[in-house]
Structures are given as C-alpha cells and as structure tokens.
C-alpha cells in the first residue's frame, strides 16, 4: 500500500550565518516527511560576502530573505528576529511543523515552545551543534552526514545473515553504543509475539518520544538498514512489515 502524501503547511527558517547553503536541497527532502515547505525565510546581514551561496539560492528556491544589520559587536539580532518570527507563525494556526537549519543552541527555548504546541521541529546543524539543541528537536539531522549520504553511490543491498553481523554504518560510521542501548529499551518497553519478535515500526515510534534521534545521522536511509547493522537484533519481513528480535 502507499504511504498517504503529507498534507502540512511546514515553514523553514535559516539562520543563514550559521549554516551552509550547500545543504538546503536535502534539508527540503527531509522536511518532505511533514507536508510542503510553504515558507522559506533565510536570515542575516546579506551585506557579507559570506552569503553570496544563500543569496543564489533565495533566487531560485523562493526563499524570503530578512535582512539583519549586525547592531552592536558580538550580539546577534538574527535569533532574535528568527525566535519573533516563529513564534507569529505558531500563533497563527498555519503552520503545522517547523524546520530550523541552525547549529546554535540559543533556539533550544524556542523549539521547546513549539513542541508544547504539539508542533513538530525538525532541526538542522552540524556535527558541533551542542545537545541541548539536538535533544529539543523532534528530530535533529546532522547536515554533513545528510549531504554525503545524498552524494554517496548506491550499493547493492547486504543480505539480512550478512548484515546482522555488521557493526558499523556504511562509510565506517560505527552505530554509537547510546543509540544501540536505546533501541533496545525500547524493543524491552513494547509488546511482542510469542517467538520474542517486535514490530520495528512501534520501537522505532518509541524511540523517537525518548530521543531525537534521526537514522540520516548514521548513514542510513531507513530505520530498517540501521537495526540490520547492529548484531543485538535479528529482523525478519512479514506482510510488509519489518519484525525485529533481541539476541545479544
């Protein structure tokens, strides 16, 4: 069956002086997951060189840009200007999910505001972005890790005996032990058949309300490919669906 197309009205904001342009094409598919990205908003002092990328991109993608004079040295109006801006968007009932393309832990507070709404955000950094940041978001992508991943060549799929031995991530990626111990919290945590097996798609639900998470962050497309990298889990294919069982 097909999955049904998401229908929300998602507004991306940019902190443009804190993230490269390179990533917004795969930072738009990401963000495809809640619905079309309506509202584009990039900001900064468009006066620096450093922009120019944003600023080719503004041209061709439809992205508003909000011009933000540097004040006073060593303050930022963007946030500012950012935080006000995602806050009217929330009150206005539009809106039903945020991307935040920013490595910069000060929109911790804001993206906590907007899940208390009930809204999803989907947070774009790099690999410096501080936890806080990370843990706040619906779902935190790691830029870097989402544009080589869009870059890489598609290699045949490793058979499911194969991969069960695997411990690492395509590229060498090694699937960090905290990210292991929470899957199998989760497995723990959710209802399973008489033979011990799960269904992926309820550890994986359970796993995103405990953490943010995201399988791009490791190499992986699907949350599938990741739990087959990891030797604790066996899976087997039923009806369409991904069932998983601890081992180790």
Not at 7 to 26: C, E, M, R, T, Y
Not at 199 to 208: D, N, P
Request: with cysteine.
């Amino acid at each position: 069956m097909t999955a049904p197309i998401p229908s929300g009205n998602i507004a991306l904001l940019i902190d443009a002086d804190n993230v490269s342009a390179d990533h917004f094409d795969p930072v738009l598919t990401v963000l495809a997951e809640l619905g079309t990205v309506n509202i584009r908003r990039a900001y900064g002092n468009w006066s620096k060189p450093a922009l120019k990328g944003w600023a080719r991109q503004a041209v061709t993608q439809a992205i508003e840009t909000q011009q933000q004079f540097d004040l006073t040295k060593g303050k930022n109006a963007t946030d500012m200007k950012m935080t006000i801006d995602a806050m009217d968007l929330m009150a206005s009932g539009r809106v039903t999910g945020f991307g935040l393309m920013s490595s910069d832990s000060d929109f911790t507070p804001l993206v906590t505001r907007i899940r208390q709404e009930g809204l999803p955000v989907y947070g774009f950094g790099t690999d410096k972005t501080p936890q806080a940041f990370r843990s706040a978001c619906t779902r935190f992508i790691d830029v870097g890790a989402l544009t080589s991943a869009r870059e890489a060549p598609v290699e045949q799929e490793v058979p499911s005996d194969e991969a069960d031995a695997e411990a690492e991530a395509p590229g060498g990626t090694e699937v960090a032990p905290d990210l292991v111990k929470l899957l199998i919290d989760a497995y723990n945590a959710v209802k399973r058949d008489d033979q011990g097996f799960a269904r992926l798609s309820e550890v994986g639900q359970l796993a995103g309300n405990r953490s943010s998470f995201d399988t791009r962050n490791y190499g992986f497309k699907r949350l599938s490919d990741l739990v087959r990298s990891i030797k604790n889990f066996k899976v087997e294919s039923r009806d369409g669906q991904t069932w998983i069982k601890r081992v180790h």
